[in-house]
T-cell receptor
Framework: GNSVTQMEGPVTLSEEAFLTINCTYT??????LFWYVQYPGEGLQLLLK?????DKGSNKGFEATYRKETTSFHLEKGSVQVSDSAVYFC???????????FGGGTRLMVKP | DTGVSQDPRHKITKRGQNVTFRCDPI?????LYWYRQTLGQGPEFLTY????????KSRLLSDRFSAERPKGSFSTLEIQRTEQGDSAMYLC??????????FGPGTRLTVL
């Protein structure tokens, strides 16, 4: 079956630090990959996505590259801000299905 | 575009009572999804509609749970004879195609 594994949090960084949140997946075929973000008190928002191998998704300074050889989709940002504090979820959608399979989430805390 | 809306935002009920939640998707979206999220975990898929047809159901959706989308627009999720283990955030999402799902703010259910 499909599964997504994320690094456990919380991840605590100082403002302007470099961020990496690891995500690896198990799926049949060629899934689409997503990062969603959940700010405190708000719903899930799509951050970025990639639909095929070697695609790079990017948004708001965040990037993730679909690596089929390592079955990974790590999230990176060069310089985090306090406003980036949130929970980040990696997810996949198998092309044969409609449901999203999520990882457990990684809480990011950015201190001024 | 008003986004996905859910009602109520919070529901507190006593064990054994029935509850019903409503989801209004983005107006032009024909696909609608329900997920459940427990504290500290990623969302888990419950069920999926395309127009009024319920096409997928998770094994998590016990016989106490029923979902409908009678006219292919809004959807309801009913839980009968609630149990404490049903306490969770119930998320609704919609999409216009197979790829990006847009989430509502969720309904937080507390079963006492």
């Amino acid at each position: 079956g499909n599964s997504v594994t994320q690094m456990e949090g919380p991840v605590t960084l100082s403002e302007e630090a470099f961020l990496t949140i690891n995500c690896t997946y198990t799926a049949t075929g060629y899934p689409s990959l997503f990062w969603y973000v959940q700010y405190p008190g708000e719903g899930l928002q799509l951050l970025l996505k990639a639909t095929k191998a070697d695609d790079k998704g990017s948004n708001k300074g965040f990037e993730a590259t679909y690596r089929k050889e390592t079955t990974s989709f790590h999230l990176e940002k060069g310089s985090v801000q306090v406003s980036d504090s949130a929970v980040y979820f990696c997810a996949l959608r198998n092309n044969a299905g409609n449901m999203l399979t999520f990882g457990g989430g990684t809480r990011l805390m950015v201190k001024p | 575009d008003t986004g996905v809306s859910q009602d109520p935002r919070h529901k507190i009920t006593k064990r054994g009572q029935n509850v019903t939640f409503r989801c209004d998707p983005i107006s032009e979206h024909n696909r609608l999804y329900w997920y459940r999220q427990t504290l500290g975990q990623g969302p888990e898929f419950l069920t999926y509609f395309q127009n009024e047809a319920q096409l997928e159901k998770s094994r998590l959706l016990s016989d106490r749970f029923s979902a409908e989308r009678p006219k292919g627009s809004f959807s309801t999720l009913e839980i009968q004879r609630t149990e404490q283990g049903d306490s969770a955030m119930y998320l609704c999402a919609s999409s216009g195609g197979p790829d990006t799902q847009y989430f509502g703010p969720g309904t937080r259910l507390t079963v006492l």
